[in-house]
């Protein structure tokens, strides 16, 4: 049994970072384990212009430990009214690598999202010819559409549809949780490609409901049914360079999370690596996990390849009850449970 991994440092291609005394709280956890991250947009307000995004790039590297060598990449949140010179702007900016599609009140801090994505098509015409990518969360905020249903009909209604009216725009499907988004990507040009989720890799949606209602598994999109669990693990280790690693690690505060109404997202941040670990292990493909953790993804946003190296080894451990801090408490995925992987070996500084 093998009982070490060698890996390429990894990066996070999706990562929400939160602001304020959140990310102080949870930067050097995403930052322990990665090496780059492309950290998300939705925050209050949302990160509409290059300059807001720049901003609060330098905001989490205000909130690092000096000299840790952790690099953000950013995305900016496309509205019905993104300015057309914003692009051109993005694309003279080394760490913003594209603009990010929330359709109106998919997920958390999406209620300035996109309302049609016809309304946006000068602004994806423009990406493509400055070669920035869209991240795109997939899924339809019509209510007459069924939860497990809304990454199934957002690619059939909208993504096929803008694939073929831009064939050069690179596209990433972000947190991919059906067959049909495996699917979708493994047939689309080179041009589109997928991130997935250690949630998404490990559980269905019955780790929800199992026992009771288990709100820190709760994200969106949703867990799905365990053949498309199926699907996604047969993605991820499949060596397809269209698949890589976005961890969509995203806090929220004990009391927002264990409420009548809770707020959607798992905190995967402080045991990411260990849970795609445990993934691959269980589908004997640990072979597989450093093209996906560390190449597919930096290939893609034509990125250098990382330096350093890190090291898993077999290793039970459990996982802490919470993280308290200045925000307050937050509850991480696997709370109080036995890992059976753990990062020993830090990533070197550059």
């Keep these: 049994m093998q009982q070490t991994v060698h890996l390429t440092r990894p990066d996070d291609w999706h990562l929400h970072l939160r602001d304020g005394a959140l990310l102080r709280q949870v930067a050097a956890v995403s930052a322990r384990q990665f090496s780059r991250a492309l950290a998300m947009p939705n925050l209050k307000p949302p ?208 009391q927002h999370k264990e409420t009548d109404c809770g707020c959607a997202g798992c905190f995967s941040a402080p045991a990411a690596l260990e849970l795609y670990a445990e993934a691959f292990d269980q589908a004997g493909a640990l072979d597989k996990l450093e093209a996906f953790a560390s190449f597919h993804g930096a290939d893609f946003y034509r990125l250098p390849r990382n330096s350093g190296k890190i090291v898993l080894r077999r290793s039970e451990w459990t996982m802490p009850t919470s993280y308290g801090g200045e925000a307050g408490e937050i509850v991480p995925l696997r709370a109080g449970e036995t890992l059976r992987w753990r990062l020993s070996s830090y990533p070197e500084k550059p």
């Design 47 to 254: 990160l509409i212009r290059v300059e807001q995004a720049l901003a609060y790039r330098q905001r989490i590297l205000d909130s690092l430990p000096r000299g840790n060598g952790f690099s953000p990449y950013l995305s900016v949140y496309l509205t019905d009214k993104t300015p057309l010179q914003e692009v051109s702007v993005a694309a003279e900016c080394p760490y913003v690598l594209g603009f990010k599609l929330y359709p109106a009140g998919a997920t958390t801090h999406s209620g300035a999202g996109v309302t049609g994505l016809d309304k946006i098509y000068p602004i994806l015409e423009a990406m493509e010819e400055h070669d920035l990518v869209l991240q795109v969360h997939g899924e339809v905020t019509d209510p007459e559409i069924d939860i497990f249903d809304r990454e199934k009909v957002f690619i059939e209604r909208e993504l096929i549809p803008v694939v073929a009216r831009f064939p050069r725009l690179r596209i990433v499907l972000e947190h991919i949780t059906t067959q049909e988004g495996v699917d979708f990507v493994r047939g689309a040009p080179e041009t589109v490609a997928g991130t997935l989720t250690p949630q998404h890799l490990l559980y269905n949606r019955n780790m929800l409901l199992t026992g009771g209602i288990r709100p820190h598994y709760y994200c969106l999109p949703v867990l799905k049914r365990e053949t498309h669990r199926q699907a996604l693990l047969s993605a991820a280790i499949s060596g397809n360079p269209k698949f890589f690693l976005g961890t969509d690690s995203a806090p929220h505060l004990r």
